[in-house]
């Protein structure tokens, strides 16, 4: 791997001078080289990237700056950063330990809940934190540099609020903000053990039993959220049978219009037998019957639907999210995405229970399944690889609270995720074939870094924090004893 340079220009005026810098001709700008840099189009040669200090993109050209100004030459082709969109952080804690399956056992999604149940119970704040520092440092390793925390861990190992109400919450932006990536909160309503049940024992964590106690909840959420920056907030029902039905509804008939939300639906066969017992509607059939479904929805998994659910749910505008290394670990059964797609359907990724985090894996498990079950290898026409990023990063973003445009724009965030350009196999595949090769042959290792506002977060595999975040992580690890 060629080492990073900078490639230092000699300044025409002194850096002492009074006065001020044209920003828009290069001054005061930190200025990135890359052979080559992914939009919706396709891929942009030689590109030259100025970002402010706040990371904001104000040059973007094949152009150099028209002032002599230091440039840092990165020998790396530029991808838009990545959108995890489904993250339960806690969950990190308990990743490889429920994989050892007793001869004659039965083992599927319930019986793993139980475990990640004793996990949840067992984590304190300051552990809380920790472990979502460290998972969220991977995040970013592997190209991720957003995240949305599907956050569900409310109150203390006794079930009672803390204090500050979004306690928890507020330990996961400050994860976030020490592994230097991009926050969307959504505290989850959870008020049910099952459909029309009162709520386990086990879940008291997680617990708010009216509407109104949610929303003191979600207040206090908001309130930590104006209070730092790169981080958003969205709303949430954990599922259709772990909230009441007519309280699903008067929750997002509460909610803003400008935020997005997200709600688990569909999972497993189970939770579809008992819904159709208790109401006489599939999940995602009372979803769309009874919620103004549209772009702000994103149900995560949806993997059980019939042909009247799929249809109508590509028309509605609403995102999918699917968690393909999470759905294949708990058996969960796979998403009609073949279908889903040649009917307009929107979808995004992300990770749930952490059990695997590469996106490029993650995107070629949803493909592979495709192709198993169809027994064809055009899961997507034309180039797979284009169409899989660009639907990620624009609907993952959608999913985040976000609207662009583009990969890249002037005046937005640069967050970039790096690939090492001189590698074997990409420093000899054409321009045509260069994604192809990326997405469905590439690993982190070829990851040269990522870069979030502007700077690096992860360069040459070293995270900037990365020693203090994984010694406060392996003492949260040695506290917990669950490993």
């Not at 094949?62 to 959108?83: D, I, K, M, N």
Request: glycine content about 6%.
């Amino acid at each position: 791997m060629k080492e990073l340079s900078s490639e230092l220009n000699p300044s025409p005026r002194p850096r002492s001078s009074d006065t001020p810098l044209p920003v828009e001709r290069g001054w005061g700008l930190k200025f990135y080289h890359f052979p080559a840099l992914l939009q919706k189009e396709g891929w942009l040669s030689s590109i030259y990237i100025g970002v402010d200090d706040a990371g904001l993109i104000k040059h973007l050209s094949s152009e150099a700056p028209a002032e002599a100004v230091a440039v840092e030459s990165v020998q790396g082709f530029a991808l838009p950063g990545f959108q995890n969109a489904h993250s339960h952080a806690f969950q990190y804690a308990m990743a490889g330990l429920a994989e050892n399956h007793p001869i004659g056992s039965q083992d599927d999604f319930w019986t793993w809940r139980e475990a990640m149940y004793q996990c949840a119970l067992s984590i304190d704040p300051d552990q809380a934190e920790a472990i979502a520092a460290m998972l969220y440092a991977e995040m970013v390793r592997v190209g991720y540099t957003h995240v949305a925390e599907f956050h569900y861990l409310h109150h203390d190992k006794n079930g009672k609020p803390y204090n500050n109400l979004a306690e928890m919450g507020e330990r996961m932006i400050a994860a976030a903000h020490k592994a230097g990536i991009k926050i969307t909160l959504i505290p989850v309503f959870y008020q049910k053990g099952g459909f029309g049940l009162a709520p386990q024992e086990r879940q008291r964590r997680f617990i708010s039993d009216s509407v109104e106690n949610y929303f003191k909840l979600f207040e206090a959420s908001e309130t930590i959220v104006k209070n730092h920056s790169h981080t958003s907030l969205g709303l949430s029902v954990h599922s259709l049978r772990a909230v009441d039905l007519k309280d699903i509804v008067a929750t997002i008939n509460q909610a803003s219009k400008n935020i997005p939300i997200h709600l688990h639906v569909a999972e497993q066969k189970k939770e579809i037998a008992d819904c159709l017992a208790y109401c006489n509607k599939r999940p995602m059939q009372w979803v769309l019957e009874n919620l103004e479904v549209n772009e702000r929805y994103n149900l995560v998994h949806s993997t059980h639907l019939d042909d009247s659910e799929l249809k109508p749910l590509a028309k509605s505008g609403a995102s999918v999210i699917l968690c393909s290394s999470t759905e294949g670990n708990l058996g969960d059964g796979i998403f009609r995405m073949r279908e889903y797609v040649k009917l307009g359907g929107r979808w995004c990724i992300g990770t749930d229970s952490h059990i695997g985090l590469n996106p490029m894996e993650e995107f070629r498990m949803i493909d592979y399944r495709q192709r198993l079950v169809s027994n064809q290898r055009n899961t997507f026409d034309g180039d797979a690889a284009a169409y899989m990023i660009n639907e990620e990063v624009t609907s993952g973003r959608k999913a985040m609270g976000l609207q662009t445009e583009n990969h890249f724009e002037i005046g937005k965030s640069f967050d970039a995720v790096i690939y090492n350009s001189q590698t074997h196999m990409l420093a000899e595949t054409s321009e045509k074939n260069r994604l192809a090769t990326l997405l469905f042959t590439s690993d982190s290792s070829r990851i040269i870094g990522t870069i979030v506002n502007g700077k690096w977060v992860v360069k040459n595999q070293h995270h900037r924090e990365g020693h203090s975040i994984k010694i406060a992580f392996s003492k949260a690890m040695q506290q917990l004893k669950n490993r």
